[in-house]
């Protein structure tokens, strides 16, 4: 099991995420000794979905005028339509994760989650996977979409869907840990 002890992940997710893609790779990742802040554009609880239904809620850490990329490790976006469609157009998120990028952090995207790289111009060139409906912005953003359970390229990790969970979080733990090792956890990013 990758030893994630220190590592801080921001899990960027508002309204509408798809519940299983953000509780079980949380769960896998503080199994692993990470600590992982949900991170909204607001306070409160966000509002999950199994699919098309309403489900659960979580609880919001930090929002992203709270949250510095300079305090995180590495970030995990997980899926869901109604999320992702609603951080892409987030300035606060798009600058988030371009920071992030800028700064070499593994990245952990799954689902629908993707679309958030494209509005933040990061998947041009990128290898990469989502869930088949949006495949084709992403070829049109650049990127060389492709349908497998997980993607590696780099340290950017992605899946197609829930049932991909298991290879996701593998993939996302192992990506993680490296990073770990060669970037001290906790390390301000680079500007």
């Not at 192992?174 to 001290?184: D, L, M, P």
Request: proline share 6%; aromatic share 6%.
């Amino acid at each position: 099991m990758a030893d994630l002890n220190s590592f801080r992940v921001a899990m960027l997710a508002t309204d509408g995420f798809e519940e299983r893609e953000l509780t079980e790779p949380k769960q896998a990742l503080e199994r692993a000794g990470a600590r992982v802040d949900v991170i909204a554009p607001k306070r409160g609880d966000i509002q999950a979905f199994r699919h098309h239904d309403k489900s659960i809620t979580v609880p919001v850490d930090r929002t992203l005028d709270e949250a510095g990329p300079e305090e995180y490790d590495a970030v995990m976006l997980p899926g869901g339509a109604l999320n992702a469609d609603a951080l892409r157009v987030e300035p606060k998120a798009k600058r988030f994760l371009r920071a992030m990028w800028e700064a070499g952090r593994p990245f952990a995207v799954i689902c629908h989650a993707p679309w958030e790289l494209v509005s933040a111009g990061l998947a041009e060139g990128r290898r990469l996977t989502s869930y088949h409906t949006i495949q084709d912005d992403l070829k049109n953003a650049g990127a060389d979409w492709r349908d497998e359970e997980v993607v590696v390229d780099g340290q950017l990790v992605t899946s197609r869907q829930p049932d991909d969970i298991p290879a996701f979080n593998r993939e996302m733990l192992r990506v993680f840990a490296e990073a770990g090792t060669r970037v001290a956890p906790g390390t301000p990013a680079r500007r």
